[in-house]
């Protein structure tokens, strides 16, 4: 069985604007929620930007050197830019559970899955939001972001996995206002892998991210990150 049927499946090519995403977001989770509108799975790349969720602290902004963008998402500070693949999930929980922590629960499942297709172990860490793996000295490092918003049991936003991106560009910020440990990435784990790879790896493990969504029924377990 298909299970990617109802929902559209899109990849930009190029660098999509940060407001311009936003507002396309709300548009579309308008009319998933008003008309019934097809889902969709949005895989992009923004130009560089900082962007501030609903738990971001001020003092967490080290530089403007990018443009800086608040948004509705959970999170406090985050980076966007060239090299890190953005997946945005216009899904309906209405259809889905309406389990706001199952859902979360299960697209970091589906980010660690991914990464898996690569050779790299990555995980849920206890107290600490985001995606992490080990480097190649040991040290453990964020690969990845999670950061959702919902309005009406509609999603929006999602993910960020760093592929290749500058990770100087950081050091602007706080990311998720964790100072104690490093961000990572496909190429600095050594990992020759570019933007289609990553995305045929989400491909690949979309089936059972929808199942683990369907099998939830309110009953996940979640770890507490």
């Known amino acids: 069985m298909d299970l990617r049927g109802n929902i559209d499946w899109e990849v930009s090519e190029g660098l999509t604007p940060y407001p311009d995403a936003v507002a396309r977001m ?21 130009p560089p930007v900082y962007t501030s969720g609903t738990s971001a602290d001020p003092a967490e902004l080290l530089s403007q050197q990018f443009p ?22 216009m899904f309906d929980l ?12 299960a697209l970091e499942g589906w980010v660690i899955d991914a ?9 849920r860490a206890e107290g600490r939001i985001g995606i992490w793996c080990d480097t190649q000295d040991g040290q453990e490092a964020k ?20 592929i290749s991106p500058d990770l100087s560009h950081f050091a602007g910020i706080v990311p998720c206002g964790i100072s104690e440990y490093p961000v990572t990435s ?8 570019g933007l289609a790879d990553f995305d045929a790896a989400l491909s690949d493990t979309f089936p059972h991210f929808l199942n683990s969504l369907a099998k939830a029924g309110g009953n996940c377990t979640v770890a507490t990150s």
């Not at 008309?35 to 923004?46: N, S």
């Not at 990464?115 to 995980?123: C, N, S, T, V, W």
Request: hydrophobic fraction near 40%; proline fraction near 1%; include cysteine.
């Open 94 to 105: 209405a259809r889905r559970g309406k389990d706001v922590r199952c859902y979360v629960h």
């Open 186 to 193: 496909l190429a600095a784990l050594g990992v020759k892998a």
């Open 68 to 89: 800086v963008y608040d948004t509705g998402r959970g999170g406090r500070y985050t980076y966007h830019g060239p090299g890190q693949r953005v997946g945005y999930v």
């Open 143 to 162: 690969i990845g972001a999670i950061g959702v918003r919902i309005r009406k049991w509609v999603t929006m936003h999602g993910f960020a996995v760093n």
């Open 26 to 46: 709300e548009t579309l989770q308008a009319s998933i929620r008003d008309t019934g509108g097809r889902e969709l799975v949005w895989l992009l790349e923004h």
């Open 115 to 123: 990464l898996g297709q690569f050779g790299i172990e990555a995980r």
